[in-house]
């Protein structure tokens, strides 16, 4: 795929072309982007040595997805009859294509999943994301661009940061490569900024983890700071999906976005009870770098009928364990996230530690977790005695699938063994991909 999107661009193929015309030279010139505000002075580990270039694939495209069955159906809008089994339901998606030749990108074309893929990098690292556009294989008539926009992430250049009226969006059949350079660990959000309020809605977007330079090959920590050290790390990702805009997204029809109705709370991409279905390809730690976009999975299993939603909400841990939940919401609705009886520590706040470089803590303490749209939210929280725990939304409208009987929506379980019955998370640095 060539990297070049400043040649052969049709003026179709974006409603923006004049105000991009200004800053499309810009986008060869392959500069790295110092980005982020100061941060604090911290001492790194011994030994420690940054990422110098980090090269990530993402591939931008249509397809299909599976939300639970068990809900009420409301046709004709849910299930979506078009939908090839065992899916039920039309989104647009990133797909991670990291390491595939031109000709395998090009079968992914049709295959995208939600949430996007979950990207990791350490502190000071040279980041290059490579997005191609592969079109949509069930609407040819979209020719929408497509953009990456680090949500909450300053950039110091327009050019990298996603937003068409200052930056560019890339075309059908181009790809266009973002240069970042992270300089404050946190929690931050990604998603596609052309036609926004609908690529959004349709599944475009996912989670990005800075981590500090703090991190050693023993200890692992969300910020600068020793008192931060967590054990284990869990995404806990919140969307929403109204399945009118999806049904019409996919029929040739308009949608009224105002008018938004949420038929399914998700997290990481799944509704309960799906959000418990362990991954197929990762391990079991749920941060595993095993993900393969070819791989194929037995008719009627889980892993075919979940593979393009493939991060489980299942989070597992040993009693007395340090847990982090990275929690961040790029839905349309506020959430409240609940875990009865375990007290939550917020320690992170939209990717700024709440604890000032002159000392002042702002951390808290609760079990519930409020979260708006666009914010994201860093929380510890030491696991109970072994047993199986619920962190859920706590409004009974995204706890439940489409208004139907029983739970749904979001949900999952906070499953807690004995101690040393788990083996330990990987220590970072990650491999960025899927986690």
């Known amino acids: 795929m060539t990297d070049d999107i400043t040649s052969g661009i049709n003026p179709l193929l974006s409603r923006r072309n004049f105000l991009r015309a200004g800053v499309l030279g810009a986008a060869g010139a392959g500069v790295a982007v110092y980005a982020g505000h100061q941060a604090p002075t911290a001492v790194a580990a011994p030994g420690f040595t940054p990422t110098k270039t980090v090269n990530v694939h993402l591939a931008a495209t249509d397809g299909w997805v599976s939300m639970p069955d068990s809900a009420p159906a409301m046709p004709p809008y849910w299930p979506d009859n078009d939908a090839p089994a065992p899916y039920n339901m039309y989104v647009f998606g990133f797909r991670n294509v990291t390491g595939l030749s031109d000709a395998q990108v090009i079968t992914q074309k049709g295959r995208a999943q939600i949430s996007a893929p979950v990207l990791a990098f350490d502190e000071g690292s040279e980041v290059k994301v490579s997005l191609t556009n592969l079109g949509m294989a069930q609407r040819p008539d979209l020719v929408d661009g497509h953009t990456m926009h ?149 008719a009627g299993s889980d892993g075919e009928r979940l593979q393009f939603q493939p991060q489980t909400s299942l989070i597992e841990a040993n009693a007395g364990e340090t847990v982090l939940l990275r929690m961040a919401n790029l839905g349309s609705l506020r959430h409240t996230l609940t875990m009865d009886g375990v007290p939550m520590k917020v320690i992170g706040a939209d990717a700024d530690q709440l604890k000032g470089a002159d000392g002042n803590d702002n951390s808290y303490v609760s079990n519930s977790i409020d ?65």
């Open 371 to 435: 979260i708006g749209p666009g914010e994201s939210r860093d929380v510890l929280f030491t696991a109970p005695e072994p047993g199986t725990y619920k962190l859920y939304d706590r409004d009974f409208s995204n706890l439940s699938n489409q208004g139907g009987g029983g739970y749904g929506g979001m949900m999952t379980n906070i499953v807690v063994s004995a101690p040393n019955t788990l083996p330990a998370q990987p220590v970072q640095p990650f491999t960025p991909g899927v986690r």
């Open 150 to 298: 680090w949500h909450g992430f300053n950039n110091a250049l327009p050019i990298f940061d996603g937003v068409p009226e200052m930056s560019a969006s890339v075309p059908i059949g181009k790809t266009m490569v973002y240069y970042y350079r992270p300089t404050d660990p946190g929690t931050y959000m990604y998603h596609c900024h052309f036609e926004d309020v609908e690529h959004v809605q349709m599944g475009m977007t996912g989670l990005v983890y800075v981590r500090p330079k703090l991190n050693n090959g023993t200890n692992k920590y969300v910020f600068n700071d020793p008192a931060t050290r967590y054990d284990r790390e869990f995404p806990v990702f919140l969307t929403e999906s109204q399945p009118e805009g999806h049904y019409r997204d996919a029929h040739i029809q308009i949608t009224d976005w105002a008018a938004y109705n949420s038929g399914f709370g998700l997290m990481n991409g799944r509704a309960w009870p799906d959000t418990i279905v362990k991954n197929t390809q990762t391990s079991d730690t749920n941060l595993g770098p095993n993900f393969d976009p070819l791989a194929t999975y037995p």
